[in-house]
């Protein structure tokens, strides 16, 4: 079975930068689109952004757009979310997710296998 771990968050002040990766492994499969979604208590599941493993190309959540940056490096099957200037609002547990049959990418029920999530925390 396809497995995707999170990595790479923790506490951080306004304004810093974290980087998450999202490492794929176990069974091959066809990756089209990887997302990143977050999470913060008593809201649901918020879109952040996805790139489309063939090309490369990226989308992202008007609220991270400027800020976050989504990459990957094939030969490692890894998916990094950077993000720069980080603000309170930004805190959630941020999970990685993909998508093996295209659909909506932006919709969190739409993906095939999520990871675990990974808490970030943003202080004032």
């Known amino acids: 079975q396809v497995q995707l771990v999170e990595s790479g968050g923790g506490l951080v002040q306004a304004g810093g930068s974290l980087r998450l990766s999202c490492a794929a492994s176990g069974r091959t499969f066809s990756r089209y689109v990887m997302g990143w979604f977050r999470q913060a208590p008593g809201k649901e599941r918020e879109f952040v952004g996805a790139?489309?493993?063939?090309?490369?190309?990226?989308y992202y959540a008007d609220s991270v757009k400027g800020r976050f940056t989504i990459s990957k490096d094939n030969a490692k099957n890894t998916v990094y979310l950077q993000m720069n200037s980080l603000k309170p609002e930004d805190s959630a547990v941020y999970y990685c997710?993909?998508?093996?049959?295209?659909?909506?990418?932006?919709?969190?029920?739409?993906?095939?296998?999520w990871g675990q999530g990974t808490q970030v925390t943003v202080s004032s």
């Open positions: 997710a993909g998508m093996t049959t295209w659909a909506n990418f932006y919709r969190a029920s739409d993906y095939n296998y």
């Open positions: 790139i489309w493993w063939s090309s490369g190309s990226a």
